[in-house]
């Protein structure tokens, strides 16, 4: 099994702190390593993968192979380069391209992907569940991974399912539906049936454009080049997510494997509260900060001046060199909304 990671997002909703010359995926939210060097490790240990295919931008070019080199590698790593900013689909399809490129390569050999901007517990149940994925692509199934609902999400799109039969572990996938309001966020919290989309697929290569040529023709009619043939030819390709261009149609070819992790895509200041930890009053608190009779509140400072509070609940401020962020709980992830 090959691991494919995708690293060329550009986290607009964690502004001011990520930015487009250094997204959230190569930001560390601990003071310690990324969430790009944090996937790279997953997945780097033994008899875990067989190699690493790290997919970005040329922007990021410099900034991958600088974070490669804080951390060892004990497995290849490839930097496969989008030519330019395609999506999800695209770069997936690069990807494949690359690997079918090697010597040796098989359509039958299986590409696991990965975002490398989400955090996830990396546990022996989590490899349980990724060697069942590589059994279940070499049946010439499509797999993705889905995360049981703990609150009623509007951030995430969701996985409706259908019930888990007695002698499996994952589920068939009934369809794939975007990010919903609070009302239907409570009632697919409720039914049981819906989980988070964690963005994560398995599958081989020969399944991967079987599928592309059936779903999503304006690229599968490419997939006759070869790998320097398509990076000539990337500007073709449409720009459009996984999701749209493939999962969405390809439903009821697709199975899911339940994630039994702890997992956040990192996606919003509300998530990164969430993974912090919490002093006595419930505040998150990064960098300089001086509180009086402030509550539940997120203050990340990575300045040298102090940041103080006073009588506040349930309000976020990021103060960085770049710019400075205040925002109710709740509302971050409109960042993207704002002119900045």
């Known amino acids: 099994m090959?691991?494919?990671?995708?690293?060329?997002?550009k986290g607009t909703r964690l502004w001011p702190l990520s930015?487009?010359?250094?997204?959230?995926?190569?930001?560390a939210f601990d003071g310690e390593i990324s969430l790009f060097q944090k996937t790279i490790g997953r997945f780097n240990k033994p008899d875990a993968v067989e190699s690493i295919s790290i997919v970005t931008s040329v922007d990021f070019f410099a900034l991958v192979e600088q974070q490669l080199r804080g951390i060892s590698t004990a497995m290849p790593v490839h930097t496969v380069l989008e030519p330019l900013a395609r999506n999800t689909a695209p770069a997936i399809v690069l990807a494949a391209k690359f690997l079918e490129s090697q010597p040796g390569?098989?359509?039958d050999e299986v590409m696991l992907v990965t975002p490398s901007d989400h955090l996830l517990t990396d546990c022996p149940l989590l490899w349980e569940q990724f060697r069942l994925a590589e059994k279940l692509a070499h049946e010439g199934r499509i797999v993705t991974f889905g995360i049981l609902p703990s609150s009623p999400e509007t951030g995430y799109g969701y996985i409706q399912t259908q019930p888990l039969q007695s002698d499996h572990k994952w589920h068939t996938v009934e369809q794939f539906v975007e990010k919903p309001d609070l009302q239907t966020a409570v009632h697919y919290l409720n039914s049981g049936h819906y989980f988070w989309n964690s963005g994560m697929f398995a599958f081989?290569?020969?399944t991967l454009y079987q599928t592309l040529i059936r779903h999503a023709p304006e690229i599968g009619q490419l997939l006759k080049l070869n790998y320097s043939e398509l990076q000539k030819a990337f500007a073709d390709m449409p720009s459009i997510s996984f999701d749209y261009a493939v999962m969405e149609g390809a439903a009821s070819e697709t199975v899911v494997i339940p994630l039994s992790v702890a997992w956040s895509d990192v996606g919003c200041w509300d998530s990164i509260y969430e993974t912090m930890d919490k002093n006595q009053e419930h505040n998150a608190i990064s960098g300089r900060v001086n509180n009086?009779?402030?509550?539940?509140?997120?203050?990340?400072?990575?300045?040298?001046?102090?940041?103080?509070?006073?009588?506040?609940?349930?309000?976020?401020?990021?103060n960085t060199?770049?710019?400075?962020?205040?925002?109710?709980?709740?509302?971050?992830?409109?960042?993207?909304?704002?002119?900045?």
């Open 19 to 27: 930015q487009q010359s250094c997204p959230k995926q190569f930001i």
């Open 105 to 107: 390569a098989s359509l």
């Open 321 to 340: 060199a770049n710019g400075i962020l205040v925002a109710k709980k709740g509302e971050t992830q409109k960042v993207r909304e704002l002119n900045v």
């Open 2 to 9: 090959k691991a494919v990671i995708l690293a060329g997002g």
């Open 204 to 206: 081989t290569l020969r």
């Open 292 to 318: 009086l009779e402030t509550t539940n509140c997120l203050i990340f400072n990575q300045t040298d001046a102090v940041v103080a509070t006073i009588g506040l609940k349930d309000i976020v401020i990021i």
